[in-house]
């Protein structure tokens, strides 16, 4: 499930905070130690010296949850009291014991009052403490008998004391939104986050990700609203109080927290794949984007099945998006739910389209859906799998470039996490809290490790193995073993090695890798040495890669396979002659740390010849200083490499010479990405030069992508400040969030101190870095205006940062302007006000909830 959308950009601001002085080492983790009895030494303790206790504990455990009852249905019956924010359920469980015979039954049932409990339709005695039902069966039921519980309950999740984590950040299972219709800009939905165990807040359920149920669900409700829930809607009766009564039914078994609904004015836009219904859920307004807000998606049933070898085994495929959502998105059995920021109009989707996220929870329908993890420590069985959908669909769709660009930020991302925030196994039984699990391990470190698996076993030996793994194991649960006998059993591999070292264990290598030729033996060397702390990692992991020989320009190089196996080693191939390049893990896909030493020379060569996207790019990355013509010429072809992103790179290092400024101008004008024609405009908007005022003023008033108008706006500010400020005025009652962020900047740049309220008002139609932008544009307009000013502005960015239920971009974006408030008072000697804005953040770190946030705020208020 839960989509996370905010891991890889914390990453990035870190970077930011930290002034981009380069890169760090990362914080490595700790390797498992085994200790065997027969090797402990008992000795007498010498009478001078002071008795050592020592202290044995067993390790933390988290295990899968004990069934001893196995839930088979769950019917229900739902009203809602919206002004109370109540649900009025009634639920008929239906059971049988796993094998042991019992006479007690264990619900969770969260925040409930209790209406009537019944078992085989008499009255039952029953515990509830704990947000747990207990509940007497009245007799002792063996594994071959069924019976069913009744319980009429009011369910109240609004009003329970309810926590969150990183991708989610609330618990309370099921939502009301705007619901008495005071806000007028915002629809009244209703909408249920079950994940991890939070649907037991709306409905008593066993609600663990180890149990599976079928279910119907009768939903009674205002004419006026659309609904959408789990499996196919069977009958939709109106009735004579103006309500209607639909009636969903889900005939195939799923886990509980997989349960779901959406309820609200929602246009409803129909599509096909084969015989199957797809449905996209909008607000009326974006009815006619609707297919293209989830772009692709009949593609991408067929892609993923053939891949897979699996048809998509559900009876629909829904989507919806709804308002304030706690979540990036979650893969509900045949109902996504989706937040509002992958809603936008068809322009605004240009080169920004939701196909990334869209992949990512339909792959779970086969990865978490299909098969579900035993328990929360395993999490990355569904994540992973999901997180590496991506890249095989951008494979598929753009290329290994566009995939392996992909792969490089989701490594990052990992990296990013690992060095902030510590490590842990990727099966993590150990966690403190199972909402830990949504990590960067689980989701990012899980799809890198997939790759690595990938190109472990070969492409068809690693598609057969999911065919049979999802074959062998559907509508159960699954653990990490399960997937290493599926690959075993189709490669005849022990593959042991690589689950311990990469499933079980935590971190990752580090490599340091020289490459040499031995004139006397004619051999090509490679030395690696693995570097990571052996205090914090496996000392040695076993690392199969290729190694690409280039003996000469324009010749194909020849490729040789290694398996590292020790901490240091060297590795010689006979070569005809000394080698222009090598490249060890040719293929790029080790998820590792490499430092590597080239010569201008050589990644001049590795860009002229290495085809993958990896090793073009880090020849840009590191000729970004060139000093030779030859290296210089490099930046200035890459200007037309056919990567957008490589492109992009070469943009920010190669210098500006009237003949590449003609280059930059063309791209500015006609490169078909719409982010490298940003790029083109900034960069043009650095030389002051107003030749290119007219390419500026073209991209606002011709160009469709909305980025692109931007950067025409941006590069106004310095090109003709004049032109800037109009079009500004023109342009502030846009909704596109690209454009308010540049007027924001206009105004911020101009001093227009009378435009603060043009930012307390716009600020929500920004979003991602955008919003960091918009408020602290807001906050240089404020200190710009005053001490007055400044303090006024804080108290409405301290109502943003320490606001839970708002996005963890604007509460980042807000603390981040905070500080710079701070700063400046500190700057002009006003201790006073410095010491105030000092203690909002602390008030702020107090307040906030997520993890991530909490650490990069260590670097404000100092």
């Known amino acids: 499930m839960k989509y996370l959308n905010f891991s890889v950009a914390v990453f990035t601001a870190i970077i930011l905070l930290a002034g981009c002085k380069g890169s760090r080492d990362l914080i490595e983790a700790e390797p498992f130690e085994e200790r065997l009895l027969d090797e402990i030494t008992v000795e007498a303790i010498p009478a001078e010296e002071e008795e050592t206790v020592t202290s044995y504990e067993l390790a933390e455990y988290n295990p899968s949850y004990t069934r001893t009852n196995d839930l088979i249905h769950t019917k229900l019956d739902l009203k809602f009291d ?56 009245g007799r002792t039921y063996s594994s071959k008998e069924k019976y069913q519980v009744y319980i009429e309950y009011t369910a109240k999740p609004n009003e329970r004391k309810y926590g969150g984590s990183e991708a989610i950040t609330s618990e309370k299972g099921l939502f009301f939104i705007n619901p008495e219709g005071k806000e007028a800009d915002k629809p009244s939905q209703i909408w249920t986050q079950g994940e991890t165990e939070n649907n037991s807040a709306w409905f008593p359920t066993i609600d663990k990700p180890n149990e599976r149920t079928t279910q119907e669900i009768t939903l009674t409700l205002e004419d006026k609203y659309k609904t959408l829930s789990n499996g196919l809607l069977k009958s939709s009766k109106k009735n004579a109080d103006g309500t209607r009564t639909d009636y969903w039914v889900m005939d195939m078994p799923h886990a509980p927290y997989l349960f779901a609904l959406a309820i609200g004015e929602f246009a409803i836009v129909k599509d096909k794949w084969g015989d199957l219904l797809l449905e996209y859920y909008v607000e009326p307004e974006y009815e006619k984007d609707a297919k293209a807000i989830f772009s692709n998606t009949p593609e991408m049933l067929t892609f993923f099945s053939d891949f897979i070898g699996v048809e998509y085994p559900w009876q629909k495929y829904s989507q919806v998006v709804v308002r304030d959502y706690v979540s990036g ?37 086969w990865f978490g859906d299909l098969v579900t993890c035993e328990s929360w420590a395993n999490l990355t069985m569904n994540e992973g799998f999901a997180n590496y ?66 190109h472990t076993v070969g492409t068809d030996a690693f598609r057969e193995a999911l065919q049979v793994y999802l074959e062998r194991n559907k509508f159960t649960a699954v653990e990490a073993h399960d997937l290493r006998k599926a690959f075993e059993d189709v490669t005849g591999r022990d593959l042991n ?12 290598p580090s490599l340091d890798i020289q490459y040499g030729y031995d004139e006397t033996t004619g051999e090509a060397i490679v030395a690696i040495e693995q570097v990571q702390d052996a205090e914090d990692h496996l000392p040695i992991y076993i690392l199969p890669m290729a190694v690409d020989i280039y003996t000469g320009a ?82 200035k072809k890459a200007l037309k490499d056919p990567f957008w992103a490589i492109r992009n790179t070469a943009l920010a290092g190669v210098e500006k010479t009237p003949e590449t400024l003609s280059v930059i101008a063309e791209m500015a004008k006609n490169d078909p990405r719409s982010q490298v024609k940003s790029s083109a405009i900034l960069a043009l908007a650095e030389t002051n030069d107003a030749q290119y005022v007219g390419i500026a003023k073209n991209a606002i008033e011709k160009e469709r992508a909305y980025n692109v108008m931007a950067a025409g706006l941006e590069a106004l500010t310095r090109l003709d400040k004049a032109a800037a400020s109009e079009y500004a005025a023109k342009l502030e009652n846009e909704e596109n969030g690209s454009i308010i962020s540049s007027v924001g900047k206009i105004y911020a740049e101009n001093g227009e101190s009378g435009k603060m309220e043009f930012f307390e008002k716009k600020y929500k139609k920004t979003d991602g870095y955008g919003a960091i932008d918009f408020l602290e544009s807001y906050g240089k307009l404020a200190i710009g205006g005053g001490t007055n000013t400044m303090l006024e502005s804080s108290e409405f960015l301290g109502g943003i940062s320490t606001d839970m239920s708002t996005s963890p971009w604007y509460r980042f ?38 993890g991530q946030l909490k650490s990069l705020y260590n670097n404000f208020g100092l």
């Open 497 to 508: 090695w690589f689950f311990n070292q990469w499933f079980f264990s935590q971190g990752h």
């Open 389 to 454: 959908s991506e890249y095989l669909w951008f494979e598929h769709k753009y290329g290994r470039d566009a995939a392996d660009y992909h792969l490089l930020n989701e490594q990052q991302g990992y990296f990013g996490s690992a060095m902030q925030q510590g490590m842990h196994p990727l099966i993590h039984f150990g966690y403190e809290d199972k909402e830990e699990m949504f990590d960067a391990h689980s989701y990012n470190k899980g799809g890198a490790i997939l790759h690595m698996l990938r």
């Open 82 to 137: 919206w002004s109370k924010q109540h649900v009025l359920g009634k639920a008929w469980l239906d059971f049988k014991p796993l094998f042991y015979d019992t006479d007690e039954l264990s619900l969770d049932a969260k925040g409930f009052d209790l209406h009537k409990v019944q078992v085989a339709g008499k009255d039952a005695k029953y515990d509830y403490k704990d947000e747990i039902l207990t509940i007497q069966l």
């Open 813 to 850: 974006g807000a603390t981040k302007t905070i500080n710079d408030l701070y700063m400046a008072f500190r700057a002009k000697g006003d201790n006073a006000n410095a010491i105030k804005m000092k203690g909002l953040i602390d008030d702020i770190k107090s307040k906030e909830t997520m």
């Open 329 to 365: 998105a979650m893969e509900n059995t045949t109902a996504v739910i989706f937040g509002e920021f992958v809603q936008r109009h068809e322009r605004e989707l240009i080169d920004n389209h939701n196909e990334r996220i869209v992949a990512h929870e339909l792959m779970h329908h």
């Open 554 to 635: 324009g010749k194909a190089p020849v490729r040789k396979m290694i398996e590292m196996r020790e901490r240091q080693q060297e590795f010689r191939f006979k070569v005809a002659q000394k080698p222009s390049l090598m490249i060890a893990d040719a293929e790029h896909a080790l998820l590792a740390g490499i430092n590597e030493e080239k010569t201008e020379e050589e990644y001049i060569f590795q860009y002229e010849n290495a085809k993958l996207f990896k090793a073009r790019f880090n020849a840009v990355l590191n000729l970004r200083s060139a000093k030779t013509d030859a290296g210089k010429a490099i930046m």
